[in-house]
């Protein structure tokens, strides 16, 4: 009974759109012309549209409608050089209304790339036409050429342990460089071959740095339903992705997310409102430090159809996630058209994302904005041709050295799209990063605690305060090339103070072993610095400094021993003097912040303690040192 009245209601319809072709003013007075048109804007099929558009202008040759009809068909199938073959036929044989046909003809240029002859055809259209219309595609053929005039470095390299069978996107890259997802999408056996589904894969670095062969990430991820667009925070324990059509989806595509417990990956969460609403959802991007969630939606409120937006992210006790009100990305970002696709780099400034509202070679660009530290976005640069092309270009990711971008394309592979990595070229590289992890024990038990750990910059003296874990773990990203002080303190624990050179980042992972307070215990400041012969401090030993004023501070009972060390350079009693010289240094700064002065010994050893070699450069240096003692606890 309903197919037959779906079949009636078509009928009508029809009846109604024939009449309705009809009653137009058409460029043709040949009826035979006007039923093919009719019947080819009837056609519920593409390759019958076609067949009847064609039968039309074959009936009259200066109808120009039938030929705009036809371009559009090809259009619609992705077939370029047809479409732009048929509006030059038009040019050729019709002149009603010939200046739509040049502007639809330097569109159809634009929009396969050939820049030059959408310009040289908009320059042929003559005034009476919309001058606003051609003033704006001259603009942005003029852009788009001047990109591809200037082509910046591009030597795209296929990921073949990566790509599947099957088209692969949205690439993504775990923010410890050890983990490659992608978004797959595959046959699902289990229905026609003319249905697919989307799930996630992913692919681990082996010993030799190489790529394993990629593989589903599995349920209760992957489902029979469409998942994808994936993200990692930086220690691994939380995955965001996108699914939709779920019974629990607020809109048709919500953003979830699943918590690692060091085994499996647990039930997807749908965190809701207000991250997620009765709209779309998509391409969540979670920052480095784990603060900000960013993601593409078509809410209302935003600047144009899809626009990128933000969410303050906090960690509740249990593990689970709570996102703020989000906040629309700003008038640099967003405009009146779409963009997504959002990728912010660790080094908290520079976001990656595709638009086709700024200015750009034709359909989705790479454009990349740097956020400034009052928050204010740069405006977007075009990240260049030919990484963009007249095509859509998304998905884009960048390294956490900045000299690796990853991204899919279907141009570089014919009838399939696959992951390629390229050599990110400088000017639009962002700041050069190493990831920096560890994990903090108590020494005699080795059983893993949380900390609170302090990361200065000894050319800036910035400072970043962190947590580890409850399993004693953390991890962050540091500027790479950079020299650190980093201390870490709990409660009744003698603090951990060490230099993070350069080198040393790239070792990646540190174990800190924290000793219980006693009597007796001792360890060396190693970010405490004086100019050379001088008990004069550097002022990058302020951070140090202020540690171990806040050390006091919080446990009253301690009481310090500051004990100076020098090399054997010089005569033993200018040593002794000077060591002396700069434990009082160090005593008398400590004073000055307000701790109690009787709490605060000082002694010079000079030469008499080395604990390296002084026939080396390196030995002497390990032999200047402070050393700080627990005396006593009152």
């Not at 009693?573 to 002396?580: M, P």
Request: a negative charge.
């Amino acid at each position: 009974m309903k197919l037959l009245k779906k079949s009636y209601n078509i009928a009508l319809l029809l009846l109604l759109f024939t009449s309705y072709i009809s009653a137009q003013t058409l460029s043709t007075s040949s009826k035979k012309a006007t039923a093919y048109y009719a019947s080819a804007r009837n056609s519920l099929s593409a390759n019958e549209a076609i067949g009847f558009a064609k039968k039309a202008i074959e009936e009259d040759k200066t109808f120009t409608e039938a030929y705009w009809f036809l371009a559009t068909q090809y259009f619609e199938q992705k077939k370029q050089l047809e479409q732009i073959a048929t509006l030059k036929d038009a040019i050729q044989n019709t002149s009603y209304k010939i200046n739509e046909t040049r502007y639809r003809l330097a569109k159809a240029y634009y929009e396969t790339g050939e820049y030059e002859n959408a310009i040289n055809t908009l320059s042929k259209i003559s005034d009476e036409y919309s001058q606003q219309k051609i003033s704006s595609l001259l603009r942005k053929n003029e852009v788009a050429l001047k990109l591809k005039n200037n082509p910046v470095p591009f030597d795209p390299q296929n990921l073949e342990a990566i790509n599947t069978p099957y088209d692969d996107y949205w690439p993504n890259i775990s923010l410890n460089g050890k983990v490659f997802s992608t978004t797959v999408l595959i046959a699902d056996k289990n229905k026609s071959n003319l249905e697919w589904n989307e799930d996630i894969y992913w692919s681990f670095r082996d010993e030799t740095g190489e790529w394993k062969k990629s593989e589903s990430i599995g349920m209760p991820t992957n489902t029979e339903e469409n998942e994808g667009s994936q993200n990692f925070s930086i220690d691994g324990k939380y995955m965001f992705f996108v699914a939709c059509d779920k019974p629990d989806t607020r809109g048709g595509c919500d953003i979830y997310y699943c918590v690692h417990d060091g085994n499996n990956w647990s039930l997807p969460i749908n965190p809701g409102e207000p991250l997620n609403s009765r709209h779309w959802e998509t391409n969540p991007c979670l920052s480095a430090d784990g603060k900000e969630l960013f993601f593409s939606s078509n809410r209302p409120g935003g600047k144009g159809k899809k626009d990128i937006w933000e969410c303050v992210v906090t960690k509740m006790p249990d593990g689970t996630l709570r996102f703020s009100n989000p906040i629309n990305l700003s008038d640099s970002i967003n405009t009146p058209d779409d963009e997504f696709s959002p990728f912010f780099h660790q080094d908290g400034s520079t976001l990656y994302f595709a638009s086709n509202g700024h200015e750009g070679l034709g359909g989705f660009d790479i454009f990349y904005s740097k956020r400034n530290k009052d928050y204010v976005w740069s405006k977007p640069k075009n990240i260049g041709y030919p990484i963009n092309t007249h095509k859509d270009e998304y998905g884009f990711i960048v390294s956490q050295n900045g000299e690796n971008a990853y991204f899919s394309s279907d141009i570089l592979a014919e009838n399939e799209k696959d992951i390629y990595e390229i050599n990110l070229y400088q000017a639009a590289r962002p700041t050069a990063m190493s990831y920096f992890a560890g994990i903090v024990y108590e020494r005699t038990e080795k059983t893993p605690i949380e900390t609170e750990i302090e990361i200065s910059n000894l050319s800036t003296n910035s400072t970043l305060i962190y947590n580890s874990d409850w399993n004693g773990t953390f991890a962050t990203y540091l500027p790479a090339n950079q020299e650190y002080a980093i201390n870490v303190h709990k409660k009744g624990f003698l603090f951990y103070s060490n230099n993070i050179t350069p080198s040393a980042l790239l070792d990646n992972k540190v174990i800190i072993e924290l000793d219980r307070i006693q009597v007796g215990q001792s360890l060396i400041l190693n970010n405490i610095s004086f100019e050379t012969d001088s008990y004069k401090l550097l002022s990058k030993s302020t951070p140090e400094l202020d540690y171990i004023y806040r050390f006091l501070t919080h446990q009253p009972e301690v009481n310090i021993e500051i004990i100076g060390h020098t090399d054997n350079v010089g005569t033993y009693e200018h040593n002794i003097t000077l060591s002396q010289n700069r434990a009082n240094e160090v005593a008398k700064y400590l004073i000055n912040r307000g701790i109690n002065k009787n709490r605060i010994t000082c002694i010079g050893l000079g030469e008499a303690l080395p604990i390296a070699s002084n026939d080396t450069e390196e030995g002497r240096a390990k032999n200047r040192r402070t050393e700080l003692k627990i005396k006593s606890l009152e």
